[in-house]
């Protein structure tokens, strides 16, 4: 995510827990800050965000960790930094059936209520936020090609074609307001997030 955002000219400033993944950060370009996500003040957050035109909120408590508190808790309390900011496009990696946790797999049932609170919440900011809930993800080559639409029941994303995405709707303005699901197909990624702007929202 971080390489693809760089590359298209992108000053980024990436905050994670430990120093490796800062030094990786930094090799890509970025700059890193150390923090814990779930223990940052307000004041510390409008540090973070001051100047900033965008996020990209990609963090998630993984299995083993607290859903509850980063993907729901951290993820509003950012979002609500970010829009007394006046930070201007918040672009946020769910995850599929989010906006339906009940039908999703067992296993993920926190996770998934988790990050339904934090996308819900954006609706009452000013953010111009969009929401992109993939599929699986894979460490595959990406193939530039992926398939967007609603209440996808499945299905495998690349790391490199999610991070595609979510660049080319940072570029997109007609991409705000608008939450997807997301997995490998058939369209290239331009082509894949135009088709956003005309379609309806649920």
Same mark, same amino acid.
């Given at each position: 995510?971080?390489?693809?955002?760089v590359?298209?000219?992108?000053?980024?400033?990436?905050?994670?827990r430990?120093?490796?993944?800062?030094?990786? =950060? *930094?090799?890509?370009?970025a700059s890193?800050?150390?923090a814990?996500? $779930?223990? @940052?003040?307000? %004041?510390?957050?409008?540090?973070?965000?001051?100047?900033?035109?965008?996020?990209?909120?990609?963090?998630?408590?993984?299995?083993?960790g607290?859903?509850h508190?980063?993907?729901?808790?951290a993820c509003v309390?950012?979002?609500?930094?970010?829009?007394?900011a006046?930070?201007?496009?918040?672009?946020?990696?769910?995850?599929?059936?989010?906006?339906?946790?009940e039908?999703?797999?067992?296993?993920?049932?926190?996770? =998934? *209520?988790?990050k339904?609170?934090?996308?819900?919440?954006?609706?009452? $900011?000013? @953010?111009?936020? %969009?929401?992109?809930r993939?599929?699986?993800f894979?460490n595959?080559?990406g193939?530039?090609?992926?398939y967007?639409?609603?209440?996808?029941?499945?299905?495998?994303?690349?790391?490199?074609?999610?991070a595609a995405?979510?660049?080319?709707?940072l570029a997109?303005?007609?991409?705000a307001?608008t939450?997807?699901?997301?997995?490998?197909?058939?369209?290239p990624?331009?082509?894949?997030?135009a088709?956003l702007?005309?379609q309806?929202?649920p």
């Amino acid at each position: 995510m971080v390489a693809s955002l760089v590359a298209v000219g992108h000053d980024v400033l990436g905050v994670v827990r430990r120093p490796e993944q800062a030094h990786a =950060l *930094e090799e890509q370009g970025a700059s890193a800050e150390l923090a814990d996500l $779930t223990q @940052l003040a307000p %004041t510390e957050w409008r540090r973070l965000l001051d100047g900033a035109d965008a996020v990209v909120w990609t963090a998630g408590a993984g299995f083993g960790g607290d859903p509850h508190a980063v993907d729901a808790e951290a993820c509003v309390a950012a979002q609500q930094a970010a829009d007394a900011a006046g930070v201007a496009r918040w672009v946020q990696v769910s995850s599929m059936y989010a906006d339906r946790a009940e039908e999703g797999p067992e296993f993920m049932r926190n996770v =998934l *209520e988790a990050k339904s609170v934090a996308d819900a919440s954006l609706a009452v $900011t000013a @953010l111009g936020w %969009t929401v992109v809930r993939p599929g699986g993800f894979t460490n595959d080559i990406g193939t530039g090609q992926v398939y967007v639409g609603q209440n996808l029941t499945g299905g495998t994303v690349p790391r490199e074609d999610l991070a595609a995405v979510v660049v080319a709707c940072l570029a997109e303005p007609g991409t705000a307001r608008t939450a997807f699901d997301l997995v490998g197909g058939r369209t290239p990624v331009a082509e894949a997030v135009a088709s956003l702007v005309e379609q309806p929202q649920p």
